[in-house]
């Protein structure tokens, strides 16, 4: 028992009980002891005090029944996910017939195979499998297109995971939407700001960036976010981060390597893009034109 619990954040449920052998009077023992704390119908912990984010996702699990598992970005947040505040989304397969928990939505699926799920440990949907299942449940499209970026830029996954993933999907509201994103997140996309400007450079007639390509500068490799190589114009999208005095430092000393090296660099940040579209993209523009693209 003390093992089961060790591998589960200290938490098991009544079932795994029974099957270990453990009498039903022991745990009543340990509950009037005030040793062990009941968390829900089917959820014990074998300490007291609040659970972990790990425990909670466990006796989810447990509450909600058989053939549960943590799916969406709540799998992607067991996955490592950081940076992302969602309910807590847990699958199962059609007509299982699932417990319902406090604080938890389960959705029944049809979508769900066995070689969706990890192999090991926590019962959680594989990383591209839940960065779908996410996008299909946001409560938006930015939401959508923010998870799936989130999803790439941290390394759980890739965009071409994610679209073999994606395949499966015959039918959703939010199908045609999520296939304009993956092409873009293909070609190396990794942030809600780069899928706004990879769509506004297909709205103002703008020729295809190269995305993230490597450069070499004094003091290490480079990422650039748009590159156009034939005229070596580049666009940076700039987020928050930006501003913190670390970051800002470190931009300015990249714009300046790229300028000595007789780049054309422009830096938008994303607010602007979002407030005044036509002002930034009609800067593109003029870059592109002023590099020799004849638009």
């Known amino acids: 028992m003390a093992q ?3 591998a589960q954040e200290g938490v098991v449920s009544r079932l795994q009980l029974a099957a270990i052998g453990v009498p039903r009077w022991q745990t009543v023992a340990e509950l009037r002891g005030e040793r062990w ?3 829900g119908s089917q959820t014990l912990a074998t300490y007291t005090g609040p659970l972990t984010a790990r425990a909670v996702w466990w006796s989810a699990i447990f509450e909600v029944g058989g053939g549960a598992a ?3 970005s709540t799998a992607l947040s067991a996955a490592g996910l950081s940076g992302f505040d969602d309910v807590l989304h847990v699958s199962v397969p059609k ?3 699932p417990r319902r928990a406090r604080g938890v939505v389960v959705h029944e699926t049809r979508r769900r195979k066995p070689d969706d799920l990890v192999e090991t440990g926590l019962p959680r949907t594989r990383p591209p499998v839940a960065a779908v299942r996410a996008a299909l449940w946001a409560r938006s499209d930015r ?3 923010t998870i799936l970026a989130m999803s ?3 390394g759980l996954t890739t965009a071409e995971a994610i679209t073999e993933a994606f395949a499966t999907v015959r039918r959703d509201r939010r199908r045609r939407f999520i296939a304009t994103i993956l092409p873009d997140l293909a070609k190396g996309a ?3 700001g780069e899928l706004d400007f990879a769509r506004l450079c297909r709205e103002f007639g703008l020729p295809e960036p190269d995305r993230q390509t490597r450069r070499r500068g004094p003091d290490g490799t480079w990422y650039l976010d748009n590159h156009w190589t034939p005229y070596d114009a580049v666009v940076e999208i700039e987020g928050v981060h930006h501003l913190e005095a670390a970051q800002a430092l470190a931009d300015a000393s990249r714009q300046n390597e790229l300028t000595i090296g007789h780049s054309r660099v422009l830096r938008i940040p994303v607010i602007g893009l979002r407030v005044s579209p036509a002002h930034y993209m009609s800067q593109v523009a003029r870059l592109l034109r002023s590099a020799g ?3």
């Open 4 to 6: 089961l619990a060790s």
């Open 70 to 72: 943590l799916d969406g």
């Open 95 to 97: 007509s299982w017939h």
């Open 293 to 295: 693209w004849p638009g």
């Open 143 to 145: 939401e959508a297109a």
């Open 152 to 154: 790439v830029q941290q």
């Open 37 to 39: 704390a009941r968390h």
């Open 190 to 192: 990794q942030s809600i």
